[in-house]
């Protein structure tokens, strides 16, 4: 690359990155500010002898820290999470990765003991865990060693410099809906927000991507559930015909069986639903929320679904089972992890290649992680038909021209 400017640099590698970005789930393509180091590798080295399960061969060690024999049924996750990881190797059968099983248990203690356990054995990187209390365990060995973690956790609190979250995140969908709906004309809005931590971040972002857009906010209701018991919802649902008639678009994020009862119940109350477009988030990306009838035309941000659905037939095939719409995070992380290796040489997950401003293309689309450890995405918009979805904003393929 020498003789280039670091823009050309970018520019040319994006492209690159942007022509294969179909086949990623394959080939491990990524689209960076990297350049290719050609006759810089690292040279193999006698390392520790590993303990516990290993998928791969190569000669670069990262751990893979899930939740394997956690209480509450969290264990299929885990067991989701290492078949999908060992599906990324079986497509990218030239990576040079060893992937170190280890098991978190979902706690904290379970994350430190399993992060350091990799690292011991010479991973230079972990991927995982999934639950909270597991990542700030892991990350408290590895911040230690200096071993970066790619965590798999919609809990932001636990994201910080060098523990990155590949999840998807509430505020980028919140971002990508309203920011839609704002250049769509509309001003006035309402909301009905779950309490909680999760409402909480949801809130807080819904209130200045509608601030950016000079809109106003007529009236955020929260709501309590408590297992099936729906009251509170359905109360909080029914203070809003007030505000029906003065606004145009109404922010339901909660996904599951809460946008179709909150429209049944508006409806019920004789409001005036016409000029009221219906939004969501990512937690719409389920068929009891795309097939509904009740919800068509509403509009929600989600990752693209293209790549996902291949693999999800890829999995099929494999293991016999549907796997959960995260599955394809752990499938991104081990991809990712084998495309660093490939492509960024000994510097492979330094910090200055890992928060790189163009970012990386996986099966979900774009997504770049930001020094504090958080991520922003690519997101498309969907509207619901009733029958499945329709894009009507694809998500957008490079960071310069999508945000």
């Given at each position: ?30 689209g960076?500010?990297?350049g290719?180091?050609?006759g ?19 000669s ?5 820290l899930?939740?394997l ?27 040079d990765?060893?992937?170190l ?18 690292i ?5 990187l ?5 639950f ?6 892991a ?13 798999f956790s ?16 509430p ?15 509309k ?11 999760y409402g ?40 809003l ?7 145009d ?18 409806v ?5 639903l ?23 035309g509403?509009?929600?941000?989600g ?37 660093l ?7 492979r ?42 894009v009507?904003?694809?998500a ?7 945000f």
């Amino acid at each position: 690359m020498r003789g280039k400017t670091g823009q050309q640099q970018r520019r040319q590698f994006l492209k690159t990155a942007l022509a294969c970005s179909s086949a990623f789930a394959l080939s491990g393509c990524l689209g960076s500010s990297l350049g290719s180091l050609p006759g810089d590798q690292v040279q193999p080295t006698a390392q520790p002898q590993t303990t516990g399960e290993v998928i791969g061969t190569g000669s670069v060690r990262v751990g893979l820290l899930l939740p394997l024999a956690a209480s509450g049924g969290n264990a299929s996750i885990g067991t989701v999470f290492k078949n999908a990881a060992a599906l990324a190797l079986q497509n990218f059968p030239n990576a040079d990765v060893q992937l170190l099983v280890k098991d978190t248990g979902g706690t904290a203690e379970g994350g430190r003991s399993a992060a350091q356990s990799a690292i011991s054995e010479g991973a230079e990187l972990i991927l995982g865990p999934v639950f909270a209390p597991a990542v700030s365990g892991a990350a408290a060995a590895a911040r230690a060693t200096g071993v970066p973690v790619i965590a798999f956790s919609t809990d932001t609190s636990v994201a910080a410099r060098g523990v990155y979250l590949l999840s998807f995140l509430p505020e980028s969908d919140v971002k990508r809906i309203i920011g839609y709906a704002n250049s769509q004309q509309k001003r006035s809005y309402a909301a009905l927000i779950p309490d909680g931590s999760y409402g909480a971040v949801v809130e807080a972002a819904f209130r200045q991507e509608v601030g950016k857009g000079a809109g106003r906010i007529a009236t955020i209701q929260r709501y309590k559930m408590s297992g099936s018991d729906t009251s509170d919802l359905v109360a909080k649902t029914a203070a809003l015909k007030s505000v029906t008639n003065n606004i145009d678009a109404l922010f339901v994020p909660a996904g599951g069986g809460v946008p179709p009862l909150v429209v049944q119940t508006l409806v019920s109350q004789g409001a005036n639903l016409g000029n009221i477009k219906i939004l969501g988030s990512g937690q719409w990306d389920s068929a009891q929320v795309k097939n509904n009838s009740v919800l068509a035309g509403a509009w929600f941000a989600g990752p693209e679904d293209k790549g996902f659905q291949g693999f999800a037939r890829r999995y099929q095939s494999t293991y016999g089972a549907t796997p959960p719409r995260n599955a394809s995070l752990v499938y991104d992380g081990v991809t990712l992890a084998a495309g660093l290796i490939r492509s960024a040489g000994p510097q492979r997950f330094q910090q200055s290649i890992m928060t790189n401003r163009d970012g990386f293309i996986g099966i979900d689309g774009l997504f770049r992680f930001k020094s504090n450890g958080l991520n922003e995405r690519g997101l498309a918009v969907y509207q619901i038909t009733g029958r499945g979805t329709e894009v009507i904003s694809p998500a957008p393929r490079d960071f310069r021209t999508g945000f």
